[in-house]
């Protein structure tokens, strides 16, 4: 499908339901609540649109019920910020692509240095 259609069909779909790291990071900035099935998704910031539940037909009934059809939690899809966009602005990339252009692309870039004492360092400076 390619990301540009798939992000494209985003604007359109009613909820994402699986356990896609999609429904984590991509669904919030369109205001697209996600049922994310199952603890794959564990330990990962959230945003308010994604609803957990665990890998049982009832609580995945439930929680696509509550996706579509709970007046206040799709009165508050508005306002979702999402945590992998914190400038809510959606202008990501554009930042990025500028912290690249900025970025010297010289030999240096692939040498790999230390910012903290090796164990051999510490060892020295402690005896």
């Not at 508005?78 to 945590?83: D, L, R, T, W």
């Not at 990025?96 to 360092?121: A, H, Q, T, Y």
């Amino acid at each position: 499908m390619g990301s540009r259609c798939y992000l494209g069909l985003m604007r359109h779909v009613a909820v994402v339901i699986g356990n896609s790291s999609s429904g984590v990071i991509e669904a919030p900035s369109f205001g697209v609540p996600t049922v994310n099935i199952g603890d794959r998704q564990k330990g990962r910031s959230k945003a308010q649109s994604q609803i957990d539940v665990r890998c049982r037909t009832g609580e995945i009934v439930n929680g696509v019920k509550k996706a579509l059809f709970d007046e206040q939690f799709r009165r508050g899809l508005k306002s979702v910020s999402n945590p992998y966009d914190p400038y809510g602005d959606g202008k990501v990339s554009e930042r990025i692509v500028g912290v690249l252009k900025n970025v010297p692309l010289d030999r240096k870039m692939l040498e790999k240095s230390l910012d903290f004492p090796c164990p051999e360092e510490v060892k020295y400076f402690h005896e």
